[in-house]
């Protein structure tokens, strides 16, 4: 997808109308990133929710 | 060595067989993950496992957890697994606990392991357990399941650890998306097998642990990915 220039995940998560609470893990092409991570060109972005079962 | 690890050889071989048999390993959480768990290690041949789970079979369980049976419901996990262990491998040494590990007993359930195993279901009490293998220099392999997908990461003594994968550990609920999502025969025990992996590969020192890693599967997409934590 295409994103202007300076957006952070938190902008996807709130454009996504993802809970925060639920945004436990972000992952920017294979490395463990922040919500603040400004994107780059061809970026992977993996959001993942808190996975607690057994 | 005994006919019965033939067929781990040449992949495992003599010493390290010898190895795993002097092995002692401490699975937390007798559930969808930790049945796998045990009848893995034990059917492996690591020679003592100490089990812990102060939980009783009921028949939500049936769907995934191999230890449970319709004729064992309302009987303690700990001691279904005991008698599974046996009847798989008498050469086994176990011990169990028909409890909840807590900061009081800890010493005593989990002190003498090589190896702890996460095998729990709730997201406070892995920080717990965390805190209590790392405070006694022991690994710890973890495993997490939500519907189709799975999550293994090894945690040793001085890492960041869960904070990395859960957040806050007072900013947390006990549960996660397995509460919407539920819990799989198929997905609990492919982490198990995982998480069965990584206690081998760290009691062997072989291979690659995913220290600082962290694998997350998606059966549904059939993805797998190991993700730098750090």
Known sequence: MTVSQGTCVMDLVTKFGIPEEDVKLIFINGKRELLSYVLKDNDRVGIFPPVGGG | ?230
């Open chain 2, 1 to 230: 060595m005994l006919p019965r690890y033939a067929r781990n050889f040449q992949s495992i071989s003599l010493e390290e067989q010898e190895r795993l048999a002097s092995a002692r390993v401490c699975v937390v959480g007798l559930g969808g993950l930790g049945g796998g768990v045990v009848e893995m290690l034990a059917r492996i041949g690591v020679g003592s496992l100490d089990l812990v789970d102060g939980d009783c079979f009921d028949e939500t369980n049936l769907n995934r957890q191999l230890f449970s049976s319709e004729k064992d419901l309302g009987v303690p996990k700990a001691h279904v697994a005991r008698k599974r262990v046996g009847a798989i491998n008498s050469t086994v040494n176990v011990n169990v606990f028909n409890t909840f590990l807590n900061r009081r007993n800890a010493q005593e359930i989990m002190g003498h392991a090589q190896v702890v195993v996460d095998c729990l279901d709730s997201i406070s009490h892995r920080f717990l357990l965390q805190e209590l293998a790392q405070t006694r220099n022991i690994p710890l392999v973890s495993g997490a399941i939500a519907g189709t997908a799975g999550q293994v990461t090894v945690i040793y003594p001085g890492d960041p650890g869960f904070k990395l994968i859960y957040g806050d550990p007072y900013d947390n609920k006990s549960s996660g998306i397995e509460e919407q999502l539920g819990n799989l025969a198929h997905c609990a025990l492919l982490v198990a097998s995982l998480q069965s992996s990584e206690v081998i590969k760290v009691l062997l020192g072989r291979g690659e642990v995913l220290q600082n890693r962290l694998l997350v599967c998606d059966l549904m997409t059939n993805s797998f990915e190991v993700m730098q934590l750090v």
